[in-house]
T-cell receptor, first 112, second 114 residues
Framework: EDQVTQSPEALRLQEGESSSLNCSYT??????LFWYRQDPGKGPEFLFT???AGEEKEKERLKATLTKKESFLHITAPKPEDSATYLC?????????????FGRGTQLTVWP | DGGITQSPKYLFRKEGQNVTLSCEQN?????MYWYRQDPGQGLRLIYY???????QKGDIAEGYSVSREKKESFPLTVTSAQKNPTAFYLC?????????????FGSGTRLTVV
């Protein structure tokens, strides 16, 4: 059975304290791994897409990396405004075209 | 600007009532999806549609119904058969195949049973 597992479930960081969020996946034939940010009471917002092992994407304090079994979202010197839930999702070959499979998310809190 | 509009933002349902959540997109996307989000559970797929007049059950379709009469619209009805409907509901869309951003999401509807 395909699975997407995110860890930790929750993470509290002091402002400026760098860390990483993990997304491990066991899908048969990855078509893309997607990271989203979700603020409370709002819909998820797109951050990154990664397609192949070794690929990296960066945006401000965030950097996403991909291996054959997992992806990391590295947060460098976070600020309180980075507090949100971060969702990981994968698309897989042979599945309903366009469907994504989601992890449960990591709730990040950055305190001053 | 193109996007997905969900309405209402908040909805209250009495026991035994059916309620309908609206989802409209002006992105010319073929595929549309409904997800339910509960604390600690992640996003669970309720129904999806890849073309007009066609839709399929997702992982938790019991107690829900949908229609896709127009490309732009994909309303979700929460029926009285859904025993635990209190949740945050998200609508999403994309091209029939995965695009570079995966999904475009609406802003969500929070449904509460009173």
């Amino acid at each position: 059975e395909d699975q997407v597992t995110q860890s930790p479930e929750a993470l509290r960081l002091q402002e400026g304290e760098s860390s990483s969020l993990n997304c491990s996946y066991t899908v048969s034939g990855l078509r893309g791994l997607f990271w989203y940010r979700q603020d409370p009471g709002k819909g998820p917002e797109f951050l990154f897409t990664l397609y192949s092992a070794g690929e990296e994407k960066e945006k401000e304090r965030l950097k996403a990396t991909l291996t054959k079994k997992e992806s990391f979202l590295h947060i460098t010197a976070p600020k309180p405004e980075d507090s949100a839930t971060y969702l990981c999702a994968v698309g897989r070959r042979g599945s309903t075209l366009g469907r994504l499979y989601f992890g449960r998310g990591t709730q990040l809190t950055v305190w001053p | 600007d193109g996007g997905i509009t969900q309405s209402p933002k908040y909805l209250f349902r009495k026991e035994g009532q059916n309620v309908t959540l609206s989802c409209e997109q002006n992105l010319n996307h073929d595929a549309m999806y409904w997800y339910r989000q509960d604390p600690g559970q992640g996003l669970r797929l309720i129904y999806y549609s890849q073309i007009v007049n066609d839709f399929q059950k997702g992982d938790i379709a019991e107690g829900y119904s949908v229609s896709r009469e127009k490309k732009e619209s994909f309303p979700l009805t929460v029926t009285s058969a859904q025993k635990n409907p209190t949740a945050f509901y998200l609508c999403a869309s994309n091209e029939r195949d995965l695009g570079p951003e995966g999904y475009t999401f609406g802003s969500g509807t929070r449904l509460t049973v009173v």
